[in-house]
């Protein structure tokens, strides 16, 4: 590495620590439904949308009511994106001619993009419409992203609340999460890109006759407002196969640092807002330092392992205009995030930094993770760390004041299960069947890191992909497509069921007995039963893959 | 319809502090909200929002909304930044592609660093451009002319894999060595420094490279 190298990663953890008070107050403050600068320029909006839909903002729901207005609204959303894609040969806005979506890929789509996971079994450039890139795509883009946000503020609200059963109103939650917080940052980000050269135009796509005479067609398409929701939104979908790989995805290294930084600007953000929402910044900013601690080592692992391999510049997959600094930087962003968008192809990484890919993702993504659903996710882990802390002692363990019992437990248990069940179950299966192994570009063991990484960034609604499985066949859109939807209902429903459990017991006062969560002994169990529920699930599934597989390179071994 | 969807809060959770209670508490699933809410945040998000953001790149940035499209003689030659494909010997070589510069669709090899795939083909790659100029050795060759991008499309080489080609290009256009310098210029003048002197890579446009250089006789 020289000195650049670490400069690009220095400013790019100075501008994302720098940004995380002001927008994480102005995120609390919008959330609370106070004024901000905001309110006078999107106010107006805010008040048309209640209007129009009949929303009473002073309606408050319990989590039941609050839980089934999140899975209907996503329900809808599903289908229509299902539906659109069996019927945009019809439809208009489709100038490139493209056929309909074959039932199996629209709906691993539809889930993918509902579940804010954005994995992606086509390409986008010779599969979708422009139409069903803006209103399918683009609009599950903000809404999953929205979602995240209000499954957040509902527990949040549970743990603040005073014995009452509310947790605030769905409705009111997803539009001030639009309005105020994805639609502004994604206006900024687009015109930005755009100016950076993102294309961004309903036109068909250009037909070129190179310099040595041959034919090119250049895909065009609303892609700058697509890709700036993909980014702010941990969603991760690109436009363009390729992803932000793609020139007209990311053109220049300016562009690529506002997109890697856009992939983690709003969860960690987050983390700040839960501080304050709570009314204790302190553990705010040590949840949000575990966090970092472990994104730093997970990209320090990364780069010693890329620049280690030989004296080369780059590497397969990767793009002259980035170089290997920033594609690592992005690939450790993207998973820790639960982004997954890629500026570099991760199944050309060396084995080691594929490794740390995969198994930040199989953290459950809840360093920094999903928007919303990074902080959710952390937050299950918390209130783990608080009952195995409460154990050792022997006390009934409370977090924040509000006792844990059975119920909280179980449903954190379960929250774990649910997406590591569906990751090593489903790659173990695929494991054995024909139809699955049939899909496998590579031998050896880079072949199980393609099979488990795949079911890995499903069940844990990532997205990025160690594209060299062909995953556009039947088994892998129907499987992987329901391993999305039981990573995300699967965790955010406990959430629901904690949140409701938890909004109605009483606050206890802090006492000298009480277990303290904003010290350097909390932030240290944290981060080890983090690391211990991670690596007892899933190492043995890791060092039959990435770990096996940086062994025999070092050995010279190739498959 | 409403009725369908209606429930009563449970009752334990009522039970535990009912005098709490204040605000208008909603007592049943409204799904004609949610419709409704749908409707209107996709039309918000996915018509409203795109069509702004094209009408601002359309009146402000023209050029690159439209995809950075490149003229030669009123001939569209491509886009400047989407890679084409250049094999003569006159042209400056771009990376190798694994889509071989055909933009639909983009993407890369996704071979690991231990395939042995991947092994041949730069062994391949390195055999071509050794074949092509005699005078170099293989550990001359920059990384980038071996190793193929993530894209398939980057329209970028280093200023060493153009500074690499140089001799070839010149041989095969008939020019003398004393044209040299003047390539060498043109590179220099064509290379893209890091953004705001720190982001990314130096790197050179190869197309806009081979156009300057037809331009050059």
Not at chain 1, 167 to 185: E, K
Not at chain 1, 501 to 520: E, W
Request: hydrophobic content about 45%; some cysteine; aromatic content about 10%.
């Amino acid at each position: 590495m020289r000195v650049n190298d670490y400069l690009q990663v220095i400013i790019f953890c100075l501008v994302l620590i720098g940004l995380t008070p002001p927008l994480g107050l102005y995120m609390a403050r919008v959330f609370e439904g106070k004024k901000t600068v905001m309110s006078p320029v999107m106010g107006w909006l805010e008040n048309l949308l209640y209007r129009l839909c009949g929303i009473n903002q002073n309606e408050e729901m319990d989590w039941k009511i609050y839980t089934k207005a999140l899975l209907y609204f996503n329900l809808l959303g599903f289908l229509f994106l299902f539906v659109l894609q069996l019927a945009q040969k019809i439809l208009p806005l489709n100038p490139a001619n493209l056929p309909n979506v074959a039932w199996d890929s629209a709906f691993n789509t539809a889930a993918s993009f509902m579940t804010n996971t954005n994995w992606q079994s086509y390409a986008g450039e010779t599969t979708m419409s422009y139409l069903t890139q803006m209103i399918g795509l683009t609009v599950q883009n903000f809404l999953s992203a929205a979602t995240g946000i209000t499954v957040f503020l509902a527990l949040t609200r549970g743990l603040i609340s005073k014995s009452k059963s509310s947790l605030g109103n769905f409705w009111v939650d997803m539009v001030r999460s639009l309005i105020y917080v994805l639609l502004p940052l994604s206006i900024l980000l687009a015109v930005i890109l755009n100016s950076q050269g993102v294309v961004q135009t309903l036109s068909s796509y250009k037909d070129a006759t190179t310099l040595q005479g041959a034919n090119q067609t250049i895909p065009l398409g609303p892609a700058a407002s697509q890709i700036a929701i993909k980014q702010l939104g941990t969603n991760g979908g690109g436009f363009f196969n390729a992803n932000s790989a793609h020139p007209f995805e990311n053109p220049t290294p300016l562009a690529n640092f506002l997109e890697v930084l856009a992939i983690l600007l709003i969860p960690a953000a987050l983390v700040y807002s839960y501080g304050v929402m709570i009314g204790n910044r302190k553990h705010g900013w040590l949840l949000f330092f575990v966090m970092f601690a472990i994104f730093a080592l997970g990209l320090g692992l990364a780069l010693w392992s890329e620049y280690s391999i030989s004296s080369a510049t780059i590497h397969e997959g990767q793009e002259v205009r980035l170089g290997i600094t920033n594609s690592v930087l992005w690939m450790t962003a993207t998973t820790c995030a639960s982004n997954g968008s890629v500026n570099a192809m991760y199944s050309s990484l060396t084995p080691l930094a594929g490794g740390v890919a995969m198994f930040n993702i199989m953290l459950g993504e809840v360093v920094f993770g999903g928007v919303g659903s990074g902080l959710y996710g952390m937050l299950h882990i918390v209130l783990l760390t608080v009952f195995l802390a409460g154990l050792m002692v022997g006390r009934t363990p409370e977090y924040l004041g509000k006792k844990i019992e059975r119920k909280e437990v179980q449903m954190v248990i379960l929250s774990i299960l649910l997406p590591s069940a569906a990751i090593l179950i489903g790659a173990g299966i695929a494991c054995v069947l024909p139809v699955a192994l049939s899909s496998l570009s590579s031998k050896g063991p880079h072949g199980l890191s393609e099979i488990l990484y795949a079911f890995t960034s499903a069940s844990q609604n990532n997205g990025s992909a160690f594209a060299g499985l062909n995953a556009n066949t039947v088994f892998y859109n129907v499987v992987l497509g329901l391993c999305m939807i039981i990573g995300r209902f699967g965790v955010i429903i406990p959430a629901m069921v904690i949140a409701g459990s938890l909004a109605v017991k009483r606050i206890t006062p802090v006492g000298s007995g009480t277990f303290a969560t904003d010290n350097f002994l909390f932030a240290a169990l944290l981060v080890g039963v983090l690391i211990i529920v991670g690596v007892l699930t899933f190492f043995p599934a890791l060092s039959l893959g990435p770990l096996v597989e940086h062994l025999l390179m070092l050995k010279g071994r190739g498959f | 319809m409403k009725d369908n969807f209606s429930e009563e809060p449970a009752n334990e959770l009522r039970g535990s502090s009912p005098a709490m209670e204040t605000a208008t508490f909603s007592r049943r699933f409204p799904f004609v909200i949610c419709v409704k809410l749908f409707i209107v945040t996709t039309i918000l998000t996915g018509l409203i929002y795109p069509l702004f953001i094209t009408l601002i790149g359309q009146s402000v940035f023209n050029n690159s909304s439209n995809g950075s499209i490149l003229t030669y003689n009123g001939r569209v030659v491509g886009s400047a930044l989407i890679g084409q494909k250049f094999d003569q010997d006159k042209y400056f070589w771009p990376r190798p592609s694994s889509q071989d510069y055909n933009p639909l669709p983009s993407g890369g090899s996704n071979l690991s660093p231990t395939s042995q795939q991947l092994k041949a083909l730069v062994e391949e790659r390195k055999q071509k451009l050794l074949a092509a100029d005699p005078t170099k050795k293989d550990n001359e060759i920059p990384s980038d002319l071996l190793y193929a991008s993530g894209s398939g499309l980057d329209p970028h080489i280093s200023p060493a894999a153009a500074i690499f080609q140089i001799d070839r290009v010149l041989k095969a256009r008939g020019l003398d060595s004393g044209k040299k310098d003047e390539i060498i210029k043109l590179i220099g003048r064509l290379t893209e420094g890091r953004d705001l002197g720190v982001f990314g890579e130096p790197r050179v446009n190869v197309l806009k490279l081979n156009d300057e250089l037809d331009n050059l006789r």
